[in-house]
């Protein structure tokens, strides 16, 4: 038999029907019956119950010597404790009682009390609105003792059965002052009420982490209202709810499945949501997601948080919650952190079923409402990431694209794109949607020009239309008069070339460039694609500061230039998948081995233009013997006209060395 009417009684109740351990539960009041969710292998008894009739009752109903009964009653309910520890042992039956966890950390500075006369008396003198929310059962005492102005600045927060309505209603206190509700109620929450009835004086009970002491405390110790505490009648001792499992079963409780639902919540508005969304928001024990999304949601429980270790944390200190929705805004599966989500929550509990729902994007949102398709479009995000070099990725794309969609942080992404596309294409046509799907949705057109001054509050998302946009070269060539060379050695256009395709890069590889010189070949990578992340190492300062030069004229903004001796630069960067060596300054061998230790399946492409330098490439492949190993020299000559005839010039021959190891 478990004795219950709290949290801790009704989850040992549907912990006891996962195992379809008959049991009987009985509660105050018929409403202490409606909140037990769901009965399973329970029979519930309603009424509440003096010793005599709690012995009758357990008679009745076949207990005798060796069986169990639980004590999971409201840590203030010292008599109803008392019945039942008499009725107990007048049948030779055993006793648990479940003892909430006292922690008073985040009770620091409240005033504490013996009991509610103690409270009342102190709040007597006291000026502001007072909220009590302890219960309707010591309503009838506070009534008794402070004065009627105070009874008009009281409000009590209370269940809303028949019975609480009642002794509030005998207390005088006036029916706009009660608030009736079922909790637990989380920060957020409570927040809003000590806001919506500028409370000065909070009353409570020490229920502890159960009872929702702490999610009451917290914001009421930041909007700096007096706590007050009425501290528990006598130290307890007992287990907690998994510790009576474990005694009733003689194992340790594991939980049921839980079933987790990661679902994009769409635009925003109640209207852009799913009815699948809406349905496994109905049936969750537990909602979370960030407040824009919480705002509006009619949930058991809320918590304003969506990364999944905070998440988890919940979790596992709430046995109770079993099915769980995660909202994510826009889609799940567009740049959502549904996906990183997904996996933790698999590593940490496999047995969990996790499901992903889908919800409209803003950017398809968008489209809609500017009457353009989107799937020959480009979609792209920048939230979060709106540094220089994902904006000029941004832009690259949008050079070779008709339509582009993009997810924006806020209107200073809007200045950074359009300041960059005023360089890159000034006719584009820039779109911007604003608070999509809301009451004060607005639809914004603007030029690169217009929209480098752009100022707007509210979420935000953008469609750019590049009328004039360019067909993208397959093999973007540079020529050699685009760099500036002045006094620096630079690899030239034929060999640049061959070097480079040797290399066999792909996208999104991280690619280093040894000896940058001008920074041409560097510079010719980077432009290549801008998923690719080229650093250039050169060892002399003037040339590095060319190589930033070349890069900026040549708006290679993806590429980073790090000046200083390379096998001691290079120990400090992470495993490249491509290395074009141009220049070692006679350190080719030191470099290689920094660079082998760094792992296997890096490829390789090594210039060498002098005898020294080729006799050290052929020493490194000979050391190595790599299998794929491809040695060229490769002649130039260029035909230039002298007098009136066309002469052959040729340039430096360079032996072109290329292998994988």
């Known amino acids: 038999m478990i004795f219950s009417g709290t949290t801790e009684g009704r989850s040992l109740s549907e912990m006891l029907s996962e195992e379809n351990m008959p049991h009987f539960v009985s509660v105050a009041s018929a409403y202490g019956s409606e909140v037990m969710e769901q009965p399973g292998a329970a029979t519930v008894l309603v009424g509440r119950l003096t010793a005599d009739e709690m012995k009758t009752a357990l008679g009745d109903n076949g207990f005798a010597t060796g069986d169990w009964i639980v004590d999971a009653t409201h840590p203030y309910a010292a008599e109803v404790s008392a019945n039942i520890k008499e009725a107990a042992a007048a049948i030779g039956a055993s006793l648990l009682r479940i003892v909430r966890s006292s922690d008073m950390t985040a009770a620091d500075g409240a005033s504490h009390y013996a009991s509610i006369e103690a409270c009342a008396q102190a709040l007597a003198v006291s000026d502001g609105n007072i909220l009590l929310t302890t219960g309707s059962a010591g309503l009838h005492t506070y009534a008794s003792i402070v004065p009627e102005d105070i009874i008009k600045r009281t409000y009590v927060r209370v269940l809303p059965s028949p019975e609480s309505l009642a002794l509030c209603k005998e207390a005088g206190i006036e029916s706009s002052h009660v608030i009736a509700m079922q909790g637990p109620f989380d920060e957020e929450l409570n927040r809003a009420i000590y806001k919506q009835y500028a409370i000065c004086h909070l009353v409570t009970k020490e229920s502890g982490a159960a009872g929702g002491f702490f999610e009451k405390i917290r914001p009421a110790a930041e909007l700096g209202i007096v706590c007050h505490v009425i501290d528990r009648p006598e130290k307890e001792t007992g287990t907690d709810v998994y510790g009576a499992f474990e005694m009733l079963l003689g194992k340790p409780y594991e939980g049921g499945k839980r079933v987790i639902v990661l679902a994009g919540y769409g635009c925003g508005s109640d209207g852009c949501v799913t009815t699948d969304v809406s349905e496994a928001i109905r049936s969750a024990d537990a909602v979370f997601g960030a407040g824009r999304l919480l705002s509006g949601i009619a949930a058991h429980r809320t918590y304003p948080m969506y990364l999944a270790d905070d998440i988890i944390g919940v979790l596992e200190r709430e046995k109770r919650i079993r099915r769980a929705v995660v909202l994510f805004s826009g889609d799940s599966g567009f740049c959502s952190g549904a996906k990183k989500a997904f996996a933790r929550i698999k590593e940490w509990d496999p047995r969990a079923d996790v499901k992903i729902l889908p919800g ?24 979060g990431q709106n540094d220089d070099a994902h904006i000029a990725h941004l832009a690259e794309k949008i050079r070779y694209h008709e339509k582009t969609f993009v997810i924006v942080s806020g209107d200073e992404d809007i200045r950074k794109i359009g300041a960059r596309l005023e360089c890159v294409c000034p006719t584009a046509c820039m779109t911007i949607g604003k608070n999509l799907s809301y009451a004060d949705e ?13 100022r707007s509050d509210g979420i935000l998302c953008l469609c750019i239309r590049n009328q004039d946009a360019a067909r993208r070269p397959l093999m973007p060539l540079l020529p050699d008069d685009a760099f500036i060379r002045e006094k620096v050695p630079m690899t030239k256009a034929c060999i640049r070339n061959e070097s480079i395709l040797a290399l066999r890069l792909c996208e999104g590889d991280t690619v280093y460039d040894i000896g940058g010189g001008t920074g041409s070949v560097a510079i010719q990578i980077a432009k290549t694609d801008p998923s690719l992340a080229v650093t250039t190492i050169e060892q002399k300062e003037e040339a590095a500061a060319l190589i930033r030069k070349n890069a900026a004229q040549l708006q290679a903004d993806t590429l980073t230039v790090l000046t200083g001796r390379a096998e001691e630069v290079l120990r400090d960067l992470p495993k490249p998948d491509a290395v074009f060596i141009g220049g070692s300054g006679g350190a080719l ?36 013997v790599p299998e794929d190993l491809t040695i060229r020299q490769i002649s130039v000559s260029d035909v230039n006209t002298v007098g009136g005839y066309h002469m052959l010039q040729a340039q430096n021959p360079v032996m072109l060395f290329s292998f994988t190891l």
Not at 366 to 381: F, K, N, Q, W
Not at 596 to 613: D, F, H, P, Q, S
């Open 360 to 383: 409209i994007l803003s950017l398809s949102y968008l489209a809609a409402r500017i009457g353009v398709s989107y799937e020959d479009a480009l979609l792209y995000s920048i939230h």
């Open 442 to 454: 607005a639809l914004i057109e603007l030029y690169p020009k217009e929209a480098i001054d752009f």
């Open 589 to 624: 061998k030191e470099i290689m081995r920094v660079l082998t230790a760094k792992g296997e399946g890096i490829r390789y492409v090594v210039n060498a233009a002098t005898l020294e330098t080729i006799e050290e490439a052929r020493e490194i492949v000979d050391s190595y």
